[in-house]
């Protein structure tokens, strides 16, 4: 891949990075008007924009189109994804922030309303004995249980990224191979993709100043490795590959199973699709 040299490209970004970092410091609001050319601007970065560097040479992004999958109804709520994430991706160390993460729905007898718990409840950070990390706390030992089950969530990796639009500098970009990054040379930390993001999946990392996210573990899945979340689950809920490839793992659980993915109103286009789920789980 070669880089592009644009001086007048390069004059732009720098010129939005030093403007998205003195609205970050003094908190100032974008108005309507400059974030319409802000955003033309990222539309324009994203067609224009120096293509990014690959994690290995070899690596072809036109001929891979990755998707993921869970299975709501193996998972255990075990965790050991979120920890593998973390380790894997050097996420930041508190239970407030994750690259992925898992919530429990529970339905009580008599409720037709899910109680929904996860990585923000102080009960469940408090049950894990660290305020580094969460478990999910025994809250239902003694009452009457209809149904419960876990969902893993993360980044959709959406065919159309509402995050990618918003961008003013064109930090976060989708790749040819259906992954959606952010180029944290780019990243000025003005959190419109946070806000953006129907799914949650965003977050602003405070030691770094940008904002991070899953990343279907790019720099592995380009070397023919799975993603770590993948990898350590013990139940086989969480599926990764090829849709390109007819046969692999992804194709056959979308093809074998009937899916749904979360938020279709939004008009996304997730990409990772779902077994198992509630019409509550959004």
Request: glycine share 8%; charged share 25%; aromatic share 10%.
């Amino acid at each position: 891949m070669k880089k592009e040299n644009n001086p007048s490209l390069v004059a732009r970004r720098a010129f939005l990075k030093k403007l998205g970092r003195a609205a970050t410091c003094t908190g100032a609001a974008v108005g309507a008007g400059t974030l319409g050319v802000m955003q033309k601007v990222a539309a324009k970065n994203e067609a224009g924009a120096p293509q990014k560097s690959f994690p290995t040479k070899d690596y072809d992004w036109t001929k891979h189109q990755w998707a993921f999958g869970v299975d709501a109804t193996k998972c255990i709520g075990c965790l050991r994804c979120v920890e593998a994430c973390k380790r894997e991706n050097d996420v930041y160390g508190d239970a407030h922030h994750f690259r992925t993460w898992v919530e429990r729905y529970v339905y009580l007898e008599g409720e037709t309303k899910a109680r929904i718990d996860s990585q923000d409840d102080p009960v469940n950070i408090k049950a894990s004995g660290s305020e580094r990390e969460y478990r999910f706390a025994n809250r239902y030992r003694n009452a009457k249980v209809e149904k419960a089950f876990f969902v893993p969530k993360l980044c959709n990796h959406c065919t159309r990224p509402a995050c990618v639009q918003v961008c003013p500098t064109g930090a976060t970009y989708k790749t040819e191979d259906g992954v959606v990054l952010i180029d944290h040379k780019y990243c000025i930390g003005c959190q419109y993709c946070v806000q953006a993001c129907p799914y949650g999946a965003r977050f602003f990392n405070p030691v770094k100043r940008v904002t991070d996210k899953c990343t279907w573990c790019y720099h592995r899945i380009t070397k023919g490795l799975q993603p770590a979340c993948v990898e350590v689950c013990p139940v086989g809920a969480r599926i990764f590959g090829d849709l390109r490839d007819k046969e692999s793992p992804v194709s056959l659980f979308i093809r074998n199973n009937r899916v749904n993915v979360l938020r279709p109103e939004t008009g996304n286009a997730p990409n990772v699709f779902y077994v198992g789920i509630d019409k509550e789980v959004s």
